[in-house]
Structure formats: structure tokens, C-alpha cells
């Protein structure tokens, strides 16, 4: 496609269950990027991709949150036993290698944890 | 820590008027980014500014950054009520990681 692509848009969990939430980049791009954007807040860096290798995943929370990119494309975040507190939306952006560092984000997956 | 701030966090302002969003951070950097979020949705890139004295302008918006004050502006001239959404800015820190405001919602009342 030609933008960012996540799935789901919209995810509601109850605490303790374990989620998937999938980001698709723009083709061609080989830098991907997690954040976490809270309500009235700027998003939050969490972790970053250089291919397949998390190349900065200083942003993740706490074990409990992990993220593969295992061809270099499509990247998946993991949250194991959700807590309320993870309760926000969480944007996937990609950007092309030797670019300015612009970032093109995907429309987000909204979770809720019940 | 590198920290960035805007001001105002809240704006309201009558079409046709000219205002100005601030951008503050506490740390060298020489890249500085505007995007726009509308409500429900994600993150549109405006500017990129990548050195001392940058001055971008696109339609009624003009960004700025003076990295030595450590201060980038976001101008509107002569509002219309599609610019109505939340901007933010976001810095640099190190290998694309980008450090955010808390964003300027800006409402232009028709």
C-alpha cells in the first residue's frame, strides 16, 4: 500500500490477556519505529528497527512489552499481561534509509485494557 | 534529559488573525520536526528543519528554528478554520528518536 498500514485500528482486552497489535511500512522502507501516544500527550518513543534488529529498544516499558521485525517488513508488538495502565494508542511509523528522519506514521491501534 | 515544551497548549483564535506556536528544548540538536494531528487520527509530517537559522513555509504555515536559543516557531498567517487541529513538535535525540511536545491545539473559530 502506500502508506503505513497497523491492525487492528481498534483493540479492547481485558487485564492479564496477551496482544498483538501488526504494523505494515511503506514498501522500501528499512527504519521502523513504535510509539505510544496517550491522551492529550505528544507520542512516546518506544522502539526502533534498522532492518530485521531492534536497533534502540531503550523506550520499552518493561519486559512485558516486546517487538519483532523478523523479514525487515512487517513488525509486530507484543504485550503480555495487560495492565490498565497500557491503555492508549500505539503509532507505527517507517522512514527510508540516509532520509532527513521524517516519519511517516500509520493511522495507530487503539487498545483499551478493561 | 532532553525536554521539549510548547506554548500555548491551548489555543482559540478568530480567522484571518496571525499567531505563533513556540517550541523550547533543553538540549543540542539540529533537527526539529512539525507535524499536525486532527482528532481520531495520526500524525501528518509539515516541516522538517535541519540547521541553524531554517525557515520553511508552506500555504499560511512558516516554521523556523534558531538552534543556538534552542527555539523553533510555528507561524500562521491569516487563520482559516482548516488549520484547525493540534500541532506538535518534536526534536531529535539521537538515531531518530524522537523526543515530543505535548502539543498546541489550535481552534480558529470561522
Known amino acids: 500500500g502506500a502508506g503505513v498500514s497497523q491492525t487492528p485500528s481498534n483493540k479492547v482486552t481485558e487485564k492479564g490477556k496477551y496482544v498483538e497489535l501488526r504494523c505494515d511500512p511503506i514498501s522500501g522502507h528499512t527504519a521502523l519505529y513504535w510509539y505510544r501516544q496517550s491522551l492529550g500527550q505528544g507520542p512516546e518513543f518506544l522502539i526502533y528497527?534498522?532492518?530485521?534488529?531492534?536497533?534502540?529498544d531503550s523506550g520499552l516499558p518493561n519486559d512485558r512489552f516486546f517487538a519483532v521485525r523478523p523479514e525487515g517488513s512487517v513488525s509486530t508488538l507484543k504485550i503480555q499481561r495487560t495492565e490498565r495502565g497500557d491503555s492508549a494508542v500505539y503509532l507505527c511509523?517507517?522512514?527510508?534509509?540516509?532520509?532527513?528522519?521524517?516519519?511517516?506514521f500509520g493511522e495507530g491501534s487503539r487498545l483499551t485494557v478493561l | 534529559e532532553l525536554k521539549v515544551e510548547q506554548n500555548p497548549l491551548f489555543l482559540s483564535m478568530q480567522e484571518g488573525k496571525n499567531y505563533t506556536i513556540y517550541c523550547n528544548y533543553s538540549t543540542i540538536s539540529d533537527r526539529l520536526y512539525w507535524y499536525r494531528q486532527d482528532p481520531g487520527k495520526s500524525l501528518e509530517s509539515l516541516f522538517v528543519l535541519l540547521s541553524n537559522g531554517a525557515v520553511k513555509q508552506e500555504g499560511r504555515l512558516m516554521a523556523s528554528l534558531d538552534t543556538k536559543a534552542r527555539l523553533s516557531t510555528l507561524h500562521i498567517t491569516a487563520a482559516v478554520h482548516d488549520l484547525s487541529a493540534t500541532y506538535f513538535c518534536a526534536v531529535d535525540k539521537v538515531h531518530y528518536q524522537l523526543i515530543w511536545g505535548a502539543g498546541t491545539k489550535l481552534i480558529i473559530k470561522p
Open positions: 528497527f534498522q532492518g530485521t534488529g531492534a536497533a534502540d
Open positions: 511509523a517507517s522512514s527510508s534509509q540516509g532520509s532527513t528522519g521524517e516519519l511517516f
